[in-house]
């Protein structure tokens, strides 16, 4: 959404509730950052509301995407590779879980067919639990194979539904 676009709703409507819009994406804090990165303040006093404070031309900001100046959501992941959780010995170095790790990618890449991506999927929300060992696996393999951990979820359960459609 271009961010001319979501100013015109900021003058009737909250960011909250704009955020919300299916066809925003973004999340209410991420939706003022992105507003701020691209040159915009909010102001409290006098008249309330977004102002251009940034360089260049207003008009030419309000032509871009708002999604040009938001931030990706959590860029690290914190992560541990120890499979074991055996205290490892200092003077021990090992590269398994790097040799693990590659082996796997590997196996993924012969077994793996090129798959048709969907453009433009609405998606929704959804929480549940999950083991956490099966967890930290995941995110593992979702760094290894440098995709989100939602991506690895709907392409497990994409397959696993196909199989049982299959039966």
Do not use: C
Not at 40 to 46: H, L
Not at 115 to 125: A, G, P
């Amino acid at each position: 959404m271009k961010i001319g676009k979501i100013l015109e709703l900021i003058i009737t409507d909250t960011p909250a509730n704009i955020a919300k819009r299916a066809d925003v994406h973004l999340s209410e804090k991420s939706l003022r950052k992105a507003l701020n990165k691209a040159g915009y303040e909010y102001r409290n006093s006098g008249e309330k509301g977004w102002y251009f404070v940034g360089e260049g031309e207003e008009e030419t900001v309000q032509e871009q995407l708002i999604y040009d100046f938001a931030t990706a959501g959590k860029a690290k992941a914190n992560i541990s590779t120890n499979v074991n959780k055996e205290p490892k010995d200092t003077n021990q170095l090992s590269n398994v879980g790097i040799k693990r790790g590659k082996e796997q990618v590997k196996q993924a890449n012969e077994q793996s067919a090129p798959t048709l991506e969907r453009t433009n999927v609405i998606r929704k929300r959804s929480s549940f639990d999950m083991d956490v060992e099966l967890m930290k696996e995941l995110k593992i393999q979702a760094i290894i194979h440098d995709r989100t951990v939602y991506e690895l979820v709907e392409s497990a359960v994409r397959h696993y539904l196909a199989e049982l459609k299959g039966k």
